[in-house]
């Protein structure tokens, strides 16, 4: 599997002779597309019900992540590809363990918890988004392709997993407090 890994790595990862239009694109998708995808979703939630669920959903989806992330690369730190002498890195990240990636797996979570709106646009162009953050990762050389891969895993089942374990039924915590009319007066005779 390592062999794998190293062989798809060598394919992804940018080489000495890449226009540095590409890079600037890869780092842009690596340090903004999350947070752009954060800010369309925190938009939807100003104006729409099933976007502050989903926006719910992604937030703690995101956050649950990211100890989960933290937790498995405290107890089994696996190192990144620099640490092998494989590629280039092109951001520094110096001697950090680098699975599963926190940025995938952060913006497929987020992604992910689009699944809960009646339309599937959203969640098509937030996956794409993803992908695309997933692509820079390995692109700058900072993650195997089992670390992006593992992260996708790992954002969709922890999205799922919030939507229905605390999302669904915090609901009503979640919509808009309807607000109450005032009664009409009935004259009685």
């Excluded at 798809?8 to 002779?17: K, R």
């Excluded at 107890?75 to 680098?98: N, T």
Aim: glycine share 8%; hydrophobic share 60%; aromatic share 12%.
């Amino acid at each position: 599997m390592q062999g794998l890994d190293a062989a798809l790595f060598g394919l992804v990862n940018a080489g000495p002779s890449v226009p540095a239009w590409s890079l600037s694109f890869a780092s842009f998708a690596s340090d903004f597309l999350p947070a752009l995808l954060a800010l369309v979703m925190g938009a939807g939630a100003l104006v729409d019900r099933r976007w502050r669920h989903a926006f719910f959903t992604a937030m703690i989806s995101v956050l649950a992540v990211w100890l989960i992330v933290n937790a498995i690369r405290g107890l089994f730190p696996m190192p990144r590809p620099a640490f092998y002498g494989l590629g280039i890195q092109w951001v520094p990240q110096g001697a950090r363990p680098g699975f599963p990636s926190l940025h995938a797996a952060g913006t497929f979570a987020a992604a992910f918890s689009l699944w809960c709106l009646p339309w599937r646009a959203p969640m098509l162009a937030a996956l794409a988004l993803a992908a695309t953050v997933a692509w820079s990762r390995l692109y700058l050389g900072l993650h195997f392709p089992s670390d992006v891969v593992a992260a996708a895993m790992l954002g969709a089942l922890v999205s799922i997993v919030v939507e229905r374990g605390i999302s669904r039924p915090l609901g009503f915590r979640v919509a808009p407090v309807p607000i109450a009319r005032p009664r009409s007066r009935v004259r009685r005779a």
